[in-house]
């Protein structure tokens, strides 16, 4: 029999409602993000949002995955890390419809699954993943029973701080993608800081810099262009060591700063001089939604794991390597 998992993410700005079977097909995958025009997000702002299109969203989810809520096995919600009043927004749909329909609840790691959907699609068994988003900067990689983070941003995500870049510089939100279109058209380096502690990385430094540049008359093109280069040659620099030290085979690049080009074309050139296989995750499973947390989920409940209604209070610091990981040896 076919096992049927309904996934909810809603860690920070998007809310998501994906459709997954045990055997790894998408049935639907749905999602909307909370747009600002000024200033970042706010967690209340995102939490109404979840709270008002959520229902709609899940509707919707439902179907297009063309089945009825009672053919729904299970639910998966994201418990964490994300913004506190989004994570209980979405819990509180979760455990309603775990509780209506009488089914399991499973909580899910978001980071976590993100590097499974990605396994999932590239066919990896034991990929070093760079997990780049909004709110998150990691090289993970699995050991001992955990997985664990072999270096990560010591302040802003990578994400972030393109947004915020964009958002000074007066491009939009969300920036990322501009500035890769932007970046384009640049011919000029400009240094930046370069801010790679051991196998962490910092990205204040840069914005800062950045910054001045722009009050300097520095082209924006060459900005967007020096970001970049400097940004994710430190990605690729502790991505590289986290290969050679783990010896693994496999990299995989995930999260919506994915999207990327530039940046996925700087990895595959550090998989090749590794002899290890890349892989991006594709644009609809990449960036923040449903399908990663219903996938991750069934590979949680085929492990044996659920979780009562009455202990899934959400955890908005959980790390990455805070959770065992049942489904690999
Ligand atoms: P997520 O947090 O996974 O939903 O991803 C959203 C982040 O991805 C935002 O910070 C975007 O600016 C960023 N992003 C999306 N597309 C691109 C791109 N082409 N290049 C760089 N960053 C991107
Ligand atoms: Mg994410």
Redesign the pocket.
Known sequence: MTIICLGLEGT???FGAGIMTDRGDVLSNEYD?LKTTQGGIHPREASRHHTELGPMIIARCIENAAIDYNDIDMIAFSRGPGLGPCLRATATMARTLALKLDIPLVDVNHCVA?IEIGCLESKFQDPVTVY?????TQVIAFAGSRYRTFGETLDI????M??VL?RELGMG?????I??TLALDGSTFYTLPYSVKGMDLSYSGMLTAAKKLHSEGVKLADICFSVQETAFGMLAEIAERAIAHTKKRELLLT?????????TQILEGVAQRHDAKFHRVSSQL???QGAMIAWNGILQYNAGHTIKVSESNVLPKWRTDEQDILWRD
Do not use: T
């Open positions: 920070a700005h998007s993000m993100h780049v988003s909004g709110g998150n995500a990578i994400g972030n393109l947004d964009g939100f969300p920036a990322g993608p500035v890769e999260g919506g700063v994915a999207r990327n080009n530039r940046l990449a960036g923040d």
